[in-house]
């Protein structure tokens, strides 16, 4: 199956498949930044661009399945924020420009994903003196994915010159989530951060 085809089942019926909250981590690692630029990567429903947005960013989000963005579209009008939604497969094409901010939340896939070749091109996007926030499940009884890397794997993937970079987070974090229907539980987050310098 190819990777359009798994999410656009995934997403398939308008089913709201996460919480639509922001994830916690990528509130903490940004909610001191001073609103510019931002550029959601593999946004799903919509819950952290729409988040960005209220906080007053101006929001470019992408996601490969065309189900997500009409659902996130429908939740970013009910919320009052405007998003610019992209439908891009990241393993060819992502959004042209620079931003003040690039985020990729919980960028794993059952179906095969570049997900090295994807960061990297995400590095690339992030305007100097913006943010690099890459924030993923840790293995866990829920999350036993033999892709998962841990935050030290995130930071050896991406390889950026320590003269150009610099690492403001590289840590496991816990943190209570609750996907829609469950009570929230302990989860585990792999959470990488870091600013471009120039």
């Known amino acids: 199956m190819s990777a359009e085809s798994f999410w656009e089942e995934f997403y ?3 089913k709201a498949r996460w919480s639509g909250q922001p994830n916690a981590s990528l ?11 931002a550029l959601d990567l593999g946004c799903g429903q919509g819950g952290d661009a729409i988040w960005l947005a209220s906080e007053g960013w101006t929001v470019t989000a992408t996601d490969i399945s065309a189900n997500a963005l009409e659902i996130a579209a429908r939740h970013a009008a009910e919320a ?5 939604w992209e439908r ?18 919980f960028l794993h896939s059952d179906v095969e994903l570049p997900r090295e ?3 990297r091109a995400a ?34 993937e991406l390889a950026l010159p320590e003269d150009g970079w610099a690492l403001q987070t590289c840590e496991l ?6 996907f829609r229907g469950e009570q929230p539980k302990a989860r585990v987050d792999s959470v990488v951060r870091y600013l471009r310098r120039r």
Do not use: K
């Open 12 to 14: 398939a019926g308008g």
């Open 27 to 37: 509130v903490d690692e940004v909610a001191e930044l001073a609103p510019g630029t």
């Open 80 to 84: 009052g924020v405007e998003v610019t």
């Open 88 to 105: 891009h497969d990241l393993a060819v094409s992502e959004p042209a420009g620079s931003f003040d901010l690039v985020a990729a939340s």
């Open 117 to 119: 070749r994807i960061l």
């Open 123 to 156: 590095a690339a996007s992030v305007a100097p003196g913006g943010t690099l926030v890459i924030v993923g499940h840790a293995p866990s009884p829920e999350h036993h994915h033999g892709d998962l890397p841990s935050p030290e794997a995130v930071v050896a």
């Open 173 to 178: 974090r816990e943190r209570l989530h609750a």
